[in-house]
T-cell receptor, first 111, second 114 residues
Framework: SQQGEEDPQALSIQEGENATMNCSYK?????LQWYRQNSGRGLVHLIL?????REKHSGRLRVTLDTSKKSSSLLITASRAADTASYFC???????????FGTGTRLTVIP | EADIYQTPRYLVIGTGKKITLECSQT?????MYWYQQDPGMELHLIHY???????EKGDLSSESTVSRIRTEHFPLTLESARPSHTSQYLC?????????????FGSGTQLSVL
């Protein structure tokens, strides 16, 4: 399966700390995207990184992509209680039009 | 804020009922998708459409059907609901492009079949 695998499955940190979650995938990709999902809601797009990019920033988010290792990481700096959610990576495989979602990391930020 | 809407938000029905989950978007997106997600699990693509009168089955086999008569509307129908259909159903859309564009999601429909 092309679906990504996030690691860790769950992460609990104190407010103000940084949170890092990782995603691994199996085949070559056009891009990799990260989404956030609050409990029982739809997903919200956070950031997209293309296969020819190595790092991208958006506010407190930093995403890296290593295509040789087929892996990506999402760093949330100075976390807030409002960051509590599940985070999913989604890969866009080369030659495919659809996205494949990983299993998600459930982040809890303790005030 | 994404302009994609799903109704109902919650639905509890008995086995054997026919149901339709509604999804509409006002962004003029050509591509629309239905995902199924069990609690704490990954999303599975069950249907997608790249335009009017175009529908395809996704990676996860589903007994549901979809239609795309209008660009903005992509309803999902279950002819005879069963407890195994209990899940969250998420609708999404994306702009036309070379593929793998970012998705805009609705808030989801939580379906419970008793």
């Amino acid at each position: 399966s092309q679906q990504g695998e996030e690691d860790p499955q769950a992460l609990s940190i104190q407010e103000g700390e940084n949170a890092t979650m990782n995603c691994s995938y199996k085949t070559s990709i056009n891009n990799l995207q990260w989404y956030r999902q609050n409990s029982g809601r739809g997903l919200v797009h956070l950031i997209l990184i293309r296969s020819n990019e190595r790092e991208k920033h958006s506010g407190r988010l930093r995403v890296t992509l290593d295509t040789s290792k087929k892996s990506s990481s999402l760093l949330i700096t100075a976390s807030r209680a409002a960051d509590t959610a599940s985070y999913f990576c989604a890969t866009g495989p080369t030659g495919a039009n659809n996205l494949f979602f990983g299993t998600g990391t459930r982040l809890t930020v303790i005030p | 804020e994404a302009d994609i809407y799903q109704t109902p938000r919650y639905l509890v029905i008995g086995t054997g009922k026919k149901i339709t989950l509604e999804c509409s978007q006002t962004m003029g997106h050509d591509k629309m998708y239905w995902y199924q997600q069990d609690p704490g699990m990954e999303l599975h693509l069950i249907h997608y459409s790249y335009g009017v009168n175009s529908t395809e089955k996704g990676d996860l086999s589903s007994e549901s059907t979809v239609s795309r008569i209008r660009t903005e509307h992509f309803p999902l129908t279950l002819e005879s609901a069963r407890p195994s259909h209990t899940s969250q159903y998420l609708c999404a859309s994306s702009a036309a492009g070379t593929g793998n564009e970012k998705l805009f999601f609705g808030s989801g429909t939580q379906l419970s079949v008793l």
